[in-house]
């Protein structure tokens, strides 16, 4: 938004009369009340702040921040925690906060000189005064991938460290002079060991834990043999749809987050929506 790198811009509707915050501290808690994140009149926080208020967009032409608090009376909860329970017109701005927030809390100083930072832009840079450096809100690139078989049933796992019985589809980031394709390959074969086929992307997601860029692809492999590497994954199966339905009906599956691309992809499946490749199953591998 062009505004904002306006500071005085950012100052004056932070004191609008229809002006309103949400409230966040640097650990990826938000507060909320009633089932929804509270949301304030700025009055209520006090003068505007740019180390401790960051702008988060415009609703409707009204101005909306997001408050770093300090007050453990507030009621705070993770966002990982209680995402599910925020409405999706919420999700946006909370995932926003989060990352905003987070990103503050570790960017307090310039890493080519030392000298402490400070906050311009409505919070979405910080400015080195000695180098001088600008500093943006770090975004770190991650795949994840559906992958199914010949026979259109889907690959799902579980990490150890995830709740009981949850499953999802395979993740993980991009590393040094990868690809995003070359991503999927590799994080697919070192955890369940399969050489995959048909890689398109199909949609991408902000996830601030801590500061992600999700980038959704579908594939298919020909070979549904799994190895499950037992180290970021404990446990690899393949469903029909009609034996996941049973499973999330029976309690044995718990789905990833409704406000996730991971359950936007196993939705996709459900329905048939995923892309289909006409190639035979053996066709080449996309790498670009």
Same mark, same amino acid.
């Given at each position: 938004m062009v505004q904002r790198v306006d500071d005085e811009w950012v100052r004056r509707v932070w004191?609008?009369?229809h002006s309103q915050t949400f409230w966040v501290d640097g650990n990826g808690r938000v507060a909320r009340q009633d089932g929804?994140?509270?949301?304030?009149?700025?009055a209520d926080a006090g003068p505007y702040d740019p180390e401790r208020c960051y702008f988060l967009g415009l609703e409707e032409k009204n101005a909306v921040f997001a408050t770093l608090t300090q007050d453990e009376t507030m009621s705070l909860a993770s966002l990982r925690?209680?995402?599910d329970d925020i409405p999706d017109g919420e999700v946006p701005f909370a995932f926003a906060a989060v990352a905003l927030a987070g990103w503050h809390a570790g960017a307090r100083f310039c890493p080519a000189c030392g000298t402490? %930072?400070?906050a311009a832009q409505g919070g979405h840079v910080r400015l080195c005064a000695k180098c001088p450096r600008e500093l943006f809100p770090r975004t770190d690139p991650a795949v994840i991938v559906a992958v199914r078989d010949a026979s259109d049933r889907l690959l799902l796992g579980r990490q150890p460290v995830w709740e009981p019985r949850r499953m999802s589809v395979f993740a993980g980031f991009v590393e040094v002079g990868e690809s995003l394709e070359q991503a999927v390959h590799r994080e697919v074969a070192e955890e369940v060991g399969l050489r995959l086929t048909d890689v398109r992307y199909v949609s991408s997601q902000p996830w601030p834990f801590p500061c992600s860029l999700m980038l959704a692809f579908s594939a298919r492999t020909a070979d549904a043999a799994v190895t499950v590497d037992h180290t970021e994954i404990e446990l690899a199966r393949w469903f029909t749809?009609?034996?996941y339905r049973v499973a999330i009906a029976a309690g044995e599956v %718990?789905?990833?987050?409704s406000h996730s691309v991971a359950r936007?992809?196993?939705?996709?499946?459900?329905a048939g929506a995923l892309p289909v490749d006409t190639r035979p199953l053996g066709g080449s591998n996309i790498d670009g």
């Amino acid at each position: 938004m062009v505004q904002r790198v306006d500071d005085e811009w950012v100052r004056r509707v932070w004191s609008g009369p229809h002006s309103q915050t949400f409230w966040v501290d640097g650990n990826g808690r938000v507060a909320r009340q009633d089932g929804r994140l509270r949301l304030d009149p700025t009055a209520d926080a006090g003068p505007y702040d740019p180390e401790r208020c960051y702008f988060l967009g415009l609703e409707e032409k009204n101005a909306v921040f997001a408050t770093l608090t300090q007050d453990e009376t507030m009621s705070l909860a993770s966002l990982r925690g209680v995402l599910d329970d925020i409405p999706d017109g919420e999700v946006p701005f909370a995932f926003a906060a989060v990352a905003l927030a987070g990103w503050h809390a570790g960017a307090r100083f310039c890493p080519a000189c030392g000298t402490p %930072t400070q906050a311009a832009q409505g919070g979405h840079v910080r400015l080195c005064a000695k180098c001088p450096r600008e500093l943006f809100p770090r975004t770190d690139p991650a795949v994840i991938v559906a992958v199914r078989d010949a026979s259109d049933r889907l690959l799902l796992g579980r990490q150890p460290v995830w709740e009981p019985r949850r499953m999802s589809v395979f993740a993980g980031f991009v590393e040094v002079g990868e690809s995003l394709e070359q991503a999927v390959h590799r994080e697919v074969a070192e955890e369940v060991g399969l050489r995959l086929t048909d890689v398109r992307y199909v949609s991408s997601q902000p996830w601030p834990f801590p500061c992600s860029l999700m980038l959704a692809f579908s594939a298919r492999t020909a070979d549904a043999a799994v190895t499950v590497d037992h180290t970021e994954i404990e446990l690899a199966r393949w469903f029909t749809r009609e034996e996941y339905r049973v499973a999330i009906a029976a309690g044995e599956v %718990t789905p990833p987050s409704s406000h996730s691309v991971a359950r936007v992809l196993i939705r996709d499946w459900l329905a048939g929506a995923l892309p289909v490749d006409t190639r035979p199953l053996g066709g080449s591998n996309i790498d670009g």
